[in-house]
């Protein structure tokens, strides 16, 4: 399995070792947590706690604004100090509840319980993973009872588990896997069972063979095979990951259930075997902080809410000569303009570059040297489309498919002129929405 390789990519750096070999460590509750309450693709949850009230852990705190939407819940006990705009790891500033701990970390009632995993059908599950707040955790943070929820000329025949973990430097999928073997494949069997498929593969790249033999040893117990991965960036795209593993192609403006795969990161098959086994909700999730711009690299198990700022500060803080700060690894992540930018369900990692690691985006002229078109693994022309970005021709852009682009980086990375090309694409894809939304 897993002899096809996919068009483009890159061979990265990927500096794993900084992380890779460290035990998940839980940190203590901060001062303050402060959650942002959009933490999901589609429509963000809608407040019902106000300054002063008390919370306990695990109470919802935001009620989902219909299907494509999922509740928020405290991630522990305490009251909420205040509500309001702050920084958010996506590079706006956005509302969130700030939390102050009691320091009891107590449960809502009937959570936290072990209520066994046994007799449930497909839509009970999918009803406990959406009552959880469960999004993709490997950073898309896309409802998972949606994609759970495929239409019926839609069906699925192959469930991917992504342990691939491409993303340079990060290694908290790869310790999750380690670590928590057999409740990620207990996770799987819950989402396999919901979407009614028998096929589930382990998607793991051969730079992480302990990972590759810890899920092998419980996989047979549960069906699932494990399909060891060539490690070329961005292996872990789901797209590529669907055509290396089946060989079939998700079309042009397509999902993969057009081709009858779903993918679900490795962190959130754990997450729903905690919300189905345990009936714990999503309040925290591990994040790898690491980098050589920051003293202790350490693969954290931290509360959602937690600001990087916190988190870096259990790590030992920044070295003298640390650089930027990205949220998420350094291809596909954003560079923080704020330290109290907190940990959301879909920070995987916080990168602490040092300063002469910095990428320089400078912006210069194409020079047409075509590596980006070579490197690109949808096939696009990266240099005509960043050409039209900077010219604000942005339906130009969306009739040259900018929105087939997966914000990969392979372009960037390639690019002897440093064009800041993945942020064009994301305001080109923004922009090209807005025209169609307006056109309807
Ligand atoms: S154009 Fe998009 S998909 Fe292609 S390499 Fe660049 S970022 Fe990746
Ligand atoms: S890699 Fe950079 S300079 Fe070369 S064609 Fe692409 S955008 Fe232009």
């Known amino acids: 399995m897993a002899a096809r390789r996919f068009f483009g990519g890159v061979h990265p750096a990927y500096n794993k070792d900084l992380a890779d070999r460290l035990a998940i460590e839980a940190m203590p509750l901060p001062e303050r947590l402060i959650v942002p309450f959009a933490q999901n693709l589609g429509a963000a949850p809608k407040p019902v706690v106000k300054k002063g009230d008390t919370v306990k852990k695990g109470q919802i705190i935001a009620e989902p604004q219909g299907f494509v939407s999922v509740p928020l819940h405290a991630p522990t006990s305490g009251a909420v100090q205040a509500i309001d705009v702050y920084p958010h790891p996506v590079g706006a500033d956005m509302p969130a509840a700030v939390i102050v701990p009691d320091g009891k970390d107590e449960w809502a009632s009937g959570l936290d319980v072990d209520r066994g995993g046994e007799g449930l059908d497909a839509e009970k599950i999918k009803a406990i993973i959406r009552d959880a707040g469960i999004v993709g955790m490997g950073g898309a943070s896309f409802p998972t009872h949606v994609k759970l929820s495929p239409p019926k000329d839609k069906p699925i025949d192959v469930l991917v588990i992504n342990g691939a973990e491409c993303e340079p430097y990060l290694a908290s999928d790869h310790r999750l896997m380690l670590e928590k073997a057999p409740q990620i494949l207990e996770g799987a069997s819950y989402l396999a069972q919901a979407l009614g498929v028998k096929n589930v593969i382990v998607a793991i790249e051969k730079n992480k063979p302990d ?25 872990g795209a789901e797209r590529q990951l669907i055509y290396v593993l089946t060989g079939r192609v998700v079309p042009a403006g397509g999902l993969p259930m057009d081709v009858g795969v779903l993918v679900q990161n490795v962190g959130t098959a754990y997450a729903a075997r905690e919300a189905v086994r345990r009936n714990r909700p999503l309040v925290e999730r591990v994040v790898c902080v690491t980098g050589r711009g920051v003293a202790a690299p350490k693969n954290v198990l931290a509360r959602v809410g937690t600001t990087f700022g916190d988190l870096i500060a259990f790590c030992g803080g920044r070295k003298p000569d640390a650089g930027k700060v990205i949220g998420g690894g350094p291809m596909m992540g954003v560079a923080q303009y704020s330290l109290d930018a907190p940990v959301t369900k879909g920070t995987s990692g916080i990168v602490v570059l040092q300063q002469g690691e910095v990428a320089q985006f400078v912006g210069d002229a194409c020079i047409r040297c075509g590596r980006c078109v070579r490197g690109c693994p949808m096939r696009l022309n990266p240099s005509v489309l960043s050409i039209f970005a900077e010219r604000l021709r942005f339906e130009d852009a969306g009739e040259h498919h900018v929105l087939d682009c997966i914000e990969c980086g392979c372009c960037a990375y390639l690019c002897p002129s440093r064009r800041p090309m993945v942020h064009h694409f994301r305001r080109a894809k923004a922009e090209v929405r807005k025209i169609a939304a307006k056109a309807v």
């Open 211 to 235: 990972a590759i033999e810890a899920m092998r040893k419980e996989s047979g117990a549960r069906g699932c095979t494990v399909a060891p991965l060539d490690v070329v960036y961005p292996q």
